[in-house]
Nanobody, 124 residues
Framework: VQLQASGGGLVQAGGSLRLSCAASGRTWSSYVMGWFRQAPGKEREFVAHISMGDGKTLYTDSLKGRFTISRDAAEKTVHLTMNTLKPEDTAIYYC??????????????????WGQGTQVTVSS
């Protein structure tokens, strides 16, 4: 599975961005795609994921209400809509995907495939 992310860039605080990630190669009827991010000098952290089969979502609590993950299962694409962006949202955002699993959580080790990362910079 290859993951191609797009949509990063520079935005002012309070603005919005939409990231997209397209999967190519082998996929399955039930798998998860999502996003992690890594800010300068910090650990890579889970942002959100969505089940490509039934659309169930999981978010890190601190981002609920500002970030929304959605999917186009037929296109094997996920989107991350980020609203009311803050300077602390500045990070490299990584698209991720899993092989089919019964449960997928927030640990990096649970994700089998990683995209190359896209930079999001929020200016104050």
């Amino acid at each position: 599975v290859q993951l191609q992310a797009s949509g990063g860039g520079l935005v002012q605080a309070g603005g919005s961005l939409r990231l997209s990630c397209a999967a190519s190669g082998r996929t399955w009827s039930s798998y998860v795609m999502g996003w992690f991010r890594q800010a300068p000098g910090k650990e890579r952290e889970f942002v959100a994921h969505i089940s490509m089969g039934d659309g169930k979502t999981l978010y890190t609590d601190s981002l609920k209400g500002r970030f929304t993950i959605s999917r186009d299962a037929a296109e094997k694409t996920v989107h991350l809509t980020m609203n009311t962006l803050k300077p602390e949202d500045t990070a490299i955002y990584y698209c991720v995907a899993t092989k089919p699993r019964l449960r997928v959580g927030v640990r990096r080790s649970e994700y089998d495939y990683w995209g190359q990362g896209t930079q999001v910079t929020v200016s104050s």
